[in-house]
């Protein structure tokens, strides 16, 4: 890791105790996270969060997320994005309001990386011909989970491209 | 129809696909008794997940220890396998 990147996990740490609950592991306690909006669709928020979320993800090497929820209105929004883990997030940890309905969820795959072979950890190469993690698509648990909450999964990907799954269908595309 | 399933994997016809992808689990240095198995159709292939216990339905990607993937065709040939995130 750079020393660049180094401060800026630091400083990322710092400012997500006072915004966005304890940070770092994927199954942080909630928090009361800013929303995004209003957008006339699902899609349209959800490629806003993920262009707000997917450059931090890969400069950190950590995964972002958060949830696409709609108003009384039948606006949409997006909470977060919140801090995750290399290998996760819960993108529930970013809280939409009380009486919002939950539409959807986003979350980022970081940067390409390499398994470390003892550990598991994710060691960031740049590189998508040296990647043990299928960074540009969804993992079966990233659909198993759209599945079980039964709403639709969006992700970004260190290749910059965007993708949605559609949980009733099963259906994976790029939007 | 859904071309995303889980699959019942105590059903006998997941067993062949469980074996393989156990098989490459292994060769990846996994401990198999660290994780919990799940099988899905996805389109025409079938996917064996080997997941922490910590990883609940509401997690994208691993949460502990990171998951495994092993995907194989209907001849039980292995097209991708992946630690999880």
Known sequence: MSVSEALHRVWDKITSLFSDGCAGSPTQSRSNATSNGPFATADAAARAALTEANPKSIRDNLEYGGLIYEDAKGDYYYSGPVMGSEQGVDPANAAAPAGATIVADYHTHADYSLADPNTGAAIRTSDPARDDFNSDNFSTQDKRSAKALGYDAYLGTPSGTFRRFDHAYGIDTTF | ?85
């Open chain 2, 1 to 85: 129809m859904p071309v995303f399933v889980e699959l019942d994997p105590l059903d006998g016809r997941c067993y062949p696909a469980i074996e393989r992808a156990v098989h490459v689990a292994r060769e990846k240095g996994l401990k198999i008794e660290d994780y919990t198995l799940r099988v899905f159709r996805d389109g025409n292939g079938i996917t064996v997940l080997f997941s922490s216990r910590e990883t609940s339905a509401a997690i994208k990607g691993s949460a502990g220890k990171p998951g495994f993937e092993v995907e194989l065709d209907g001849n039980l040939r292995v097209l991708r396998s992946n630690f999880v995130r």
